[in-house]
């Protein structure tokens, strides 16, 4: 976004690494604006690091960035334009009111769980992940809150009293959060071992992922070995006393190549405009091309699945044709599933399957469901030698060829997943207020 200095108005809060400015003409807008410092122990310790600003931001850009476009609700509006002042090390928000708690969610045992609980092993694997919540209070070092704690505390947060539905909607999505992350890392073979977010309201009624996620909101070891660990803990476990410039030094170093793993690995997560397919449609007849398009359109609205390829050739009709049609699309190493569209005596699916090794679905495009009845058979029953199976309806077929290529993509993966985690809360909003009317 193009940022004027001139717009930039008064502070609105001035936190450990950031600023938090208004926006004069962009209403319901802030500019949020990081330090050059790096803090631990509730701010015990702080040094001046140079260059943090930037790494920070850039880190927090690429990874908001990444859950905006996966679908789960953020503060996150967009990096400045590059040519604006301070552009790298600010960014754009909605203006949100915080909620004073900060989320941890943890796969590993490690750090202060291991004080707080002293008789787990570091080590441990939860799973599902730990979630924790402490309440942020520098003062009394961000005590611990137990759920019941955190539902009885009431918070009144920008006009939204935080119930607990709010609660468990929280809990949702910082797993959510954990397990997209987790994904994106596992790409690189580094194991997310836990990590922190917070959350804020918006317009007195939406909750949303805010603050900054960074390289102090995790702890990430390479391999899964803590000896390579490229998180904060490298600056929290140093001596005080012995903190000096090559200590810092050391410190920027890991930032610098975390926020750079992080720019090129969650940027190049999201899919680009590509001319070759990952998935191939084939169908027995032209008739059958509204269904096919209802298939590619979810693919694309839903997944964020772009490279789809619609081709008519019938296993009966045209056999050597539909073979060749099929392999062709064998011969992009990015195609890996086929679905079949044929509806009366399908043919397509079966022998698609016996040629092929990715998986083939059958999606007979049938709307009379009496016919469906007597015709799904020809799908159903194969000959052996050929597992295709058979999905009924478009929305659906589409979403097991999102669920096969979520396998190898983490960001139609965490599409999958932040739907399925918006379903649940929806649903637990709309039981709480008919349980309360
Ligand atoms: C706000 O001001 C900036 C610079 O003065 C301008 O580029 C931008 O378009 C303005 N935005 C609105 C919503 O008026
Ligand atoms: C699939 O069909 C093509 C084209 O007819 C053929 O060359 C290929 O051998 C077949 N593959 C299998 C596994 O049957
Ligand atoms: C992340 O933390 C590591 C370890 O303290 C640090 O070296 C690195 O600079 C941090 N990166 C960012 C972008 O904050």
Redesign the pocket.
Known sequence: MEIDEKQIGEKIIEGKTKRVFHLKNESGLVYVLSKDR?TAGDGAKAHE?KG?AK??T???CAVFEFLNAVGIKTHFVSRVAKHCKDSEQAFVAKECAMIPIEWVTRRVATGSYLRRNPHVKEGYRFAPPKLETFFKDDENHDPFWSLETLIEAKLNCGGLVITETHVQEMLKITQLVFEVLERVWQTLNHALIDMKIEFGVVNGNEIVVADVI???SWR?WPGGDKRL????????NMDASKIDENAIA??????????ER?QKLFGSMIPQVSTSPQIGIILGSKTDLPHAEKIKSTLTSKYGINDVEIHVCSAHKSTEYALNVISRLMQWPTCQVIIACAGRSNGLGPVAAANTTVPVLNCPPMSDTAALQVDVWSSLRLPSGMGSPTIIGPENAALAAAQIIGNNSPFVWSKIRSQQAYTIVQMMHDDSRLNKA
């Open positions: 790096i690091m943090k790494l920070s850039q880190t927090n960074d390289n102090d990430l660990m490229l998180d904060k803990q490298v600056y929290r050391e410190v920027r170093s890991k930032f610098e190549i975390v926020a992080t």
